[in-house]
């Protein structure tokens, strides 16, 4: 599986592939209303954006489909999603994309990095290198609700 930096007309797929992760990974940590409202069907407009504006990583399939994602802030730096297709959970793709992140941040400069994991995602985060400082909430404007989550810290050593 190659990993790299996303393209901006993989945009929609990348949006699928979120979507994909969040239906089936926090089912049951959040209500189903909760999440048809946080993946809508049409991309936001901001997608793009981001994939210019931020190191966005895909692993890709032979066929060069997008299997997983993920992508770090570099105004924040803050890992922002890390998401992978349900079928594809196992492989080892987003523990390669979180490396591929923890490189650039080093390259950038970054001494540590943060997130806001989903629960059903602390464990992932946690056996990378992340370390709970708190659980918080997330208002998500694109779900218009209070998302439970688990601040998390990384700090970067030359990894």
């Known amino acids: 599986m190659e990993i790299r930096l996303a393209q901006p007309e993989e945009a929609p797929a990348i949006w699928r592939v979120r979507n994909a992760a969040i239906r089936h990974g926090c089912k049951g940590v959040y209500g189903d209303e ?13 997608q793009v ?19 997983a994602t993920g992508f770090f802030d570099v105004a924040t730096g803050s890992i922002e999603a890390i998401f992978t297709l349900p079928e594809w959970e196992g492989h080892g793709l987003a523990t390669r994309i979180m490396a591929a ?24 985060y946690q056996k990378r290198g992340f370390t709970v400082v708190r659980e918080s909430i997330y208002h998500s404007k694109l779900a218009g609700a209070d998302l439970r989550c688990i601040e998390m810290v990384c700090h970067l050593n030359g990894e």
């Open 101 to 124: 992140l923890k490189q650039e941040a080093l390259k950038r400069g970054f001494c540590s990095l943060r997130l806001a994991a989903t629960p059903n995602a602390c464990n992932f």
């Open 34 to 46: 909760v999440i048809a409202a946080w993946t809508p069907e049409a991309m936001p407009q901001g």
């Open 49 to 67: 954006a981001m994939i210019n504006e931020n190191p966005f990583y895909v692993a890709l399939s032979a066929e060069g489909q997008p299997l």
